[in-house]
């Protein structure tokens, strides 16, 4: 069963930065891409960006040279630097595996002044 615990949410001004951690359990994270996902209220679930499992990246355009993923695949841990934020970034940051169908709780982001 594949366990997925988000942290590293909170209230941050615009313009500050935070960084969201994922740790996996469960599976063998190494064979995962690795994706992180938003979903602002009344918004749809949105892809942020992903990482495969040889730290090839990939951003969808509204996160581009604002966002950063990584990933340790010894400490089956993936990351989501967020820089330059936005009261539009607000939402709650999910990871998953991609195409997993699997979830965490999901870590709040709130960018506010």
């Known amino acids: 069963q594949v366990r997925l615990v988000e942290s590293g949410g909170g209230l941050v001004h615009p313009g500050g930065s935070l960084r969201l951690s994922c740790t996996v359990s469960?599976?063998?994270?190494?064979?995962?891409?690795m994706a992180w996902y938003r979903q602002a209220p009344g918004k749809q679930r949105e892809l942020v960006a992903f990482?495969?499992?040889?730290?090839?990246?990939y951003y969808a355009d509204s996160f581009k040279g604002r966002f950063a993923i990584s990933r340790d695949n010894a400490k089956n841990t993936a990351w989501l630097q967020m820089n330059s934020l936005k009261p539009e970034d607000t939402a709650t940051y999910y990871c998953?595996?991609?195409?997993?169908?699997?979830w965490g709780q999901g870590t709040q982001v709130t960018v506010s002044s």
């Open positions: 998953t595996p991609l195409n997993s169908g699997s």
């Open positions: 469960g599976t063998i994270f190494g064979f995962h891409t």
């Open positions: 990482i495969n499992s040889s730290g090839t990246t």
